[in-house]
């Protein structure tokens, strides 16, 4: 652990401010504070070599510039305002292209059915054959089949959309039930509940549609695929493993689907050589029973022998904050442990200290949990937090969802920003970038970048992200040396253009 | 200095997450954990007598039915939503109700032209003899004369009153100058800068209004009765001793206004004995010159050897991202401190993490401040943090001004969060309660104890407020301990009112 306090600068503090002493002491003094506070922060102690000091050079000059052009005038400052509104502006920006191109290591944090963007679901998955659309009350649903049952009146969405005038309403309808990105979401989401609400329909929508077992397929292929696009080389995968569906009516089991995960993840890596691949976190419904947690922990435990290696561990999903906690499910969770099962538990995803969600923190610790998924709450719990620190739990920070859900408005008011600036083991994910137009992961790194570390921070912080996100994952040792390693080579090739064009 | 790190818990938390354990085993370790952290909190330490631990019980019945109100439905939750919008809410709350009742202590961080409510600016002071008001290009401006100047085509305001179409017209138009309060603040406000510009220029609008002297005085002492009334007892005002006129056209020195406030607050306090009195902290301009800066310096030497118990201090007040750091005056403040003059520097009031308006916290601390203003970038400065601590510095924390100046939405993301969780010396102000239809210091509190700090913040932290705002004043030993004791008897009485009313 770093210390915390260097002496010899309370030493120079006290000095300083118990005596007169002259202009020159004060100026030595004050740049010492700033550098050692500099020192503090998350990458500090990375040393940068001739390439990469030029090409933090790059960095910086486009960082600064965005900076005080939002200073001067904050409506051209995107990190201030929802991304829903944000996205394009973000995407012009400098910083952010550097960090597309940047190799960003692993995602840590994210969910099976909302990893893929809008696009993709729409453009590709909504215009297969057989698929249906019924329109009840205004509403509207989607399922594949072969002969359509009779629980709706399905009719083929091929068809629908032969008549533009009808095919435009319902690709209007099918889109906006797919994504949070509406017209004012000031408005739309004016507070948590409704954009919980929003969320959780998108997850209902898209259900049927991802779970006919050939679109899943594509479908996490394709996530893979907008990893690897945007430089992610690795994810830890969290899925509430859900019930398929194919045309033969076949009964898929938790652990077929997670065989289906693995071959496809073989077959992505034989694709992409230089991508390290996958693992599972089983990630059910919190909103659930002591009977249901206990198939759960069965389900693990099973799925655990089968796949030792691709199943890294256990979290539970769903709005924190209504209910549902650690706690409450401490026996049946305790039994997992003594099985050697990890938890990678969401703790903390909530504005309300004090409350019973706040308290899954202590949970999460006390359960030994290897990573906190958002852990929003912690910053206010200084004891905690020293616990976060000396046990080295990463906390999976995910900016724009805990924007867009309405945890925060302005991303400078995160509340991770002090773990930043002290230098705890974070990692950025992107958590369901599908869901609010995102892909990829370079949005979250660029928000997190720009509005939760400090002006300062520079291609130390960012290599150390990209660092932590291999060195905080559940590779194995030998696993993780490989993906060190590939991954050192790329960030050397991405380096070396950045110096390469610029000079 | 608290310790930080309770060993015993590390100890035991350690042994709990490396080795299998009962049950029991695990939930004192939670509590214990739990409770620990809630010995760190802000008033933790205080002990509650009998009818304390009564009125506590009163008090935290309606905390918690308020926040779970707020939990269930977010629009009843105030403190998330701009306090422009949800005053009245907070006015029907009984846990303000209490707020108000409860000996407060003092105010530490307020402006003199903006200290009092909107409500006796236009009802009094607008319908007072010799206004005159000038409407020029759809613009307002108000000006007391015996006979008015040329420098604009001044009416009578009373006269123009008397068309009623006219009058309600310009009725308007002032009250509106006079508040941020509008119809829809989101949209008025939408960035940090439109909100300041509109609350520079109340401040422009209302200076000629309020520097008329009689008006100056009756306002003066108005703001003290609004304190007063509120259950506050003492007051250290920022002032930049604006130029005063009379229809005599008496020059006004700042030594004639410092005397000025010295005998009203005499007069005051004859009038009300238990009211311990005011200060002032003479706090001019930030955007200014070396040369005005010079003579600020020369002004405030000349005030404190005339005045060395009524002038507490200096101070530089506006916007602080406009720039005019302490660092670019800091050979100038220092041949201040040289004459032993104490500051209370804004510092850090900001979301521009390493911006210069953040390294303001360096040099502030540096400079020896005895408090500072706003702080609201501190808890990302680890280092300063621990200073702060060691140094004793009280932190004047403004939550509804910092919301309202838009570098919060929701006030449970504010900055200071972590200080009152992590106990550090902190009181709380009410910036300029006039200027955004506050009153007093209670709406403050109210923020500060529904938002701020911790569901569990009870009594204790309260009073631990009311106390820290005489400790961290410039009050000296003796008169510090006779507040102490007036305060301490209005407390007593204050618990037993409560109890006997709910028993």
Sequence with gaps: MKEFIFPFIILLAYAAVNAAFLRVNYTILRNEILKYEERLMI????TLNDDEKAANKVLMKAKEEELIAGFKDPSQYAPARNFLETK??????????????????????????SLVSLDYLYHNITFRDNLYVCIDEGDVRLHFFRVPDKSCDWQLLKKVREDPKRGRQVNDMIRSRMTMECNNPAIAYSNINKAWQKFMNIFSFIEPLLTYKPVYEDHFLQGLEELYEDNVMYLELRSTLPNLYDFDGTQYQPEDLVGIYKNLTQRFKEKHPDFVGAKL????ARSADDKTVEYYIETLKRLKTLYPDFVAGFDLVGQEDLGHTLESFIDLLKTAEEHNISFFFHAGETNWLGASTDENLVDAILLNTKRIGHGYALTSHPFLLELVRKMNIAIEVNPISNQVLKLVDDLRNHAARP?????????????????WGAKGLSYDFYEGFMALMSMHADLRSLKQLAWNSLVYSTLNDSEKQKALHIWERKWQTFIKDIVSENY
């Design 419 to 435: 773990m930043f600036s002290g230098g705890y083991p974070m990692v950025i994910s992107n958590d369901d970038p599908g869901l």
């Design 43 to 46: 990458g500090a102690n990375l």
């Design 88 to 113: 394009k502006d973000i995407e012009r920006s400098k910083v952010f292209q550097l960090l597309r191109r940047m190799p960003k290591g692993a995602v840590l944090h994210a969910h099976d059915t």
């Design 281 to 284: 976190i089983y990630a059910p």
